[in-house]
């Protein structure tokens, strides 16, 4: 785990490039920047071999030039245990960069650093914890943003040797001590009048720095020139939390581009709009998000993810396969503790390793299943009781979205299914437990909602779940198929408790209203009348 990510926890223990690095792993009880620094390293120097002393010296795992030098540039943090500081002992108060700033105080003069870097440290005796910087983070690209609470990211950029079309590296500063994440999560309850909507997000596809949009369109369909990606899809995601107000968002995988130099600030900038509207979230990770050779892995970035403000994120218990298997509860109003629907989260894996062809996407593992029956189970004689609700969420479809039998009740099918060859059943297991719906992402382009005959026959009669894609928010990923273009959109959910009713609909860019409002259950039963409400139009997909 990287050193920004622990300290949030309280703890700093910065991560070793190798086993041999001398910067190994160390705890720093209530720790204090005493100082700072940036190593330059050109080959065959290596950052192994920094002559700083590891038991003071902790190196942010960031190369400052993103891997894209041939030399590489690392800030080091020198950190002290505030309890065991002489009281005339030097700790840093204030950071700045860029120009000399002015000396104000002659006993606290300005200090200058590589990198533009000017710090001020004056005695423990003169300071209070509060004035004192405790953490210490890089992030990147002129769009960056740190919603950690008490972080301050600097907006001036390191002055680094940097080629201009690497993003910038920017100094987070935090003083004092974090104030604890607390115990308690954000509950979920729904509202007086029984009701509780969610605006689920795929595929925002950010990257570190702004990005390249290839393919967006006009409000009238014409062909945009290529743009920022990043600050379109923030822009994006803000209009629609706006619109909607919801209780709770659901990230549906890949909230990451592939190959990625920097996983954490990229992370950052997609939860950033939800943090900032006080939103619970919780997040599936899909096949990009941890591609890459400096991509964090799906641990380090549910951690991140965990210990953000509203987040209600979990990596899930060890014994089952992938990172993020969970579930949350939909509550009564206060002060019941009685659910009244249930949203299961999956890891759906990724593309399956191969060095000579492509080789298909990964299924839903066994032991990911009998987790969700057992998971699913506990609560069946309260769910039969109260007529819980449920929606599965994954970003991967399952097999049966692609099913020639499949009937389409709201969207378009644009593109093929990609999904995995191996059908492990997953969906029969949500058969099994009544889960009202499913909704996935990774197809950008497909926006469909559809329901699967129960058997086979000249009539058979159409059951759930309900297969719903989400259809692509982020203008980093591709919003087209062939020569066609098409809108970025978020597919809304909304319960009704007291009518024992799911309903779902679409925001899509440029439009003002709901698109493709369609009822998925009423009275607590799946609706599988084709002249049920909804876009009008039923057809076959194959």
């Not at 003069?109 to 423990?124: Q, Y």
């Not at 004689?381 to 819980?388: F, I, L, Q, T, V």
């Not at 992402?441 to 009539?459: I, S």
């Not at 799911?502 to 998925?520: F, G, I, P």
Request: aromatic letters at 8%.
């Amino acid at each position: 785990m990287m050193l920004q990510a622990l300290e949030y926890l309280g703890v700093i223990s910065p991560k070793p490039v190798t086993p041999s690095t001398p910067h190994t792993a160390t705890v720093v009880a209530h720790p204090v920047v005493t100082d700072l620094t940036v190593r330059i390293f050109s080959p065959p120097d290596s950052p192994s071999t920094c002559e700083l002393d590891p038991r003071i010296w902790h190196r942010i795992e960031k190369d400052l030039h993103l891997y894209a030098s041939h030399q590489s540039a690392w800030l080091y943090v020198a950190l002290a245990n505030e309890e065991k500081l002489a009281p005339e002992d030097l700790v840093v108060v204030d950071i700045r960069v860029g120009e000399p700033p002015p000396n104000t105080s002659p006993d606290c003069a300005w200090e200058s650093r590589h990198g533009g870097i000017w710090v001020r440290r004056r005695s423990k005796s003169s300071c209070k914890i509060d004035q004192a910087v405790t953490g210490m983070d890089v992030l990147f690209g002129i769009d960056a943003v740190d919603p950690r609470p008490q972080w301050a990211l600097m907006q001036s950029p390191l002055q680094l040797n940097t080629r201009q079309d690497v993003p910038v590296a920017r100094l987070s500063v935090l003083h004092g001590r974090a104030k604890p994440r607390s115990d308690t999560r954000p509950t979920l309850r729904v509202r007086a009048d029984g009701t509780f909507k969610i605006v689920q997000i795929s595929d925002t596809h950010m990257v570190t720095g702004v990005g390249v949009c290839k393919d967006a369109i006009d409000a009238d369909g014409r062909n945009l020139p290529e743009s920022e990606a990043d600050p379109l899809t923030v822009d994006f995601i803000g209009k629609v939390l706006d619109a909607e107000r919801p209780d709770l968002v659901v990230f549906t995988g890949d909230q990451l581009h592939h190959g990625i130099r920097d996983s954490q600030s990229a992370l950052f900038k997609v939860v950033a709009p939800v943090i900032e509207r006080s939103i619970p979230f919780a997040a599936v990770f899909g096949n990009h998000d941890s591609e890459g050779d400096h991509a964090l892995s799906r641990t380090a970035q549910m951690s991140i993810l965990q210990n953000l403000p509203f987040s209600l994120c979990e990596p899930g218990l060890e014994q089952v396969d992938g990172i993020g298997n969970f579930y949350l509860q939909v509550l009564a109003p206060a002060p019941s503790r009685l659910a009244l629907a249930t949203l299961y989260l999956l890891d759906s894996h990724g593309e399956i390793p191969s060095r000579v062809f492509s080789s298909g996407y990964d299924h839903i593992k066994q032991s990911q299943i009998e987790w969700f029956l057992k998971a699913s189970q506990a609560q069946r004689s309260a769910r039969e009781k109260n007529n819980d609700l449920s929606i599965a969420f994954l970003h991967i479809p399952l097999p049966e979205f692609k099913d020639r039998r499949l009937v389409v009740r709201g969207g378009r099918r644009r593109e093929p299914t990609e999904g995995p060859s191996c059908n492990s059943h997953f969906y029969d297991a949500l058969v099994k437990e009544r889960i009202s719906a499913l909704g996935c992402g990774h197809d950008h382009v497909n926006d469909f909602c559809a329901l699967l005959p129960q058997e086979y026959g000249d009539n058979p009669p159409l059951a759930g779940p309900w297969l719903c894609y989400g259809g692509g928010s982020g203008f980093g990923g591709y919003c087209s198929y062939g020569k066609s273009r098409f809108h970025r959109r978020t597919r809304t959910w909304q319960f009704d408790t007291n009518a024992r009713s799911l309903k779902t609909w679409k925001r899509v860019e440029y439009a003002s209203d709901r698109v493709d409002e369609l009822v998925l259950v009423k009275g607590g039963a799946v609706v599988n009348d084709l002249g049920e409400e909804g876009d009008g139009r039923s057809c076959a997909v194959s």
